[in-house]
C-alpha cells in the first residue's frame, strides 16, 4: 500500500495572478494551501514602486506565521511574482525563515517577462538546493492562454517525481 504523499503549495500574490495558479495547482495535486502574508500596502503605483525597491534590495521583511508547519509535509510548492527582476520580498522572507524545515519544494513564478535564472540562482542559495520543478509564467504566456498547459505540465512533473 503506498503512502500518501503531503503537499503543501504555499504563494504570495500582489495582484492575484500567482493566487490563481496557486489555486490551480493545489486542486490538481489535492494539495493544501497557505498565503503568505504579510502587512505592507502593496497597492497602486507607489506599493508597485516600493515592492520593486524591496525586492531589488533583497529586504527581509516581516510575514506572518504559517499556519501549516512546512515540516510536515513531503513537498513544499513556492510561488511567487517577480518583483523589478528579483523574487519578491514576501518570499524572500518566507525562505530565509523556513528553509530549514523543507525537506523538498517545486518552485513557480509569474512574472511580465523577466528571465528566472537570476530568481533561481538566488532560491538555491537560499535554500543551499535545487528545486525539483520549476515553471515560469511569463506575461507572453498569461496573453496567448498557455498558463493552462503549462500548469498541467508542472503537475505532471510533479506527479512523476513524486513516483520516482
Known amino acids: 500500500m503506498s503512502r500518501i504523499i503531503k503537499i503543501l503549495v504555499v504563494y504570495y500574490s500582489r ?4 493566487r490563481n495558479i496557486a489555486s490551480i495547482i493545489a486542486k ?11 502587512h505592507k500596502n502593496r497597492k497602486g503605483l507607489l506599493g508597485f514602486i516600493s515592492s520593486g525597491n524591496e525586492a531589488y534590495l533583497q529586504r527581509v521583511i516581516p510575514i506572518e506565521k504559517l499556519k501549516k508547519d512546512p515540516a510536515g509535509y513531503d513537498l513544499i510548492i513556492i510561488g511567487t511574482p517577480v518583483w523589478a527582476g528579483y523574487l519578491s520580498s514576501p518570499v524572500h522572507s518566507f525562505l530565509r525563515e523556513y528553509k530549514e524545515k523543507i525537506a523538498k519544494f517545486a518552485f513557480f513564478i509569474t512574472c511580465m517577462g523577466s528571465d528566472p535564472g537570476r530568481i533561481l540562482l538566488n532560491v538555491e542559495h537560499i535554500m543551499s538546493k535545487k528545486p525539483v520543478v520549476v515553471m515560469n509564467i511569463n506575461h507572453r504566456a498569461f496573453k496567448k492562454q498557455y498558463q493552462l498547459k503549462m500548469i498541467d505540465e508542472f503537475v505532471s512533473s510533479i506527479k512523476q517525481n513524486i513516483k520516482d
Open 28 to 38: 490538481e495535486l489535492e494539495a493544501e494551501t497557505e498565503e503568505i502574508v504579510d
Open 15 to 18: 495582484s492575484g495572478k500567482t
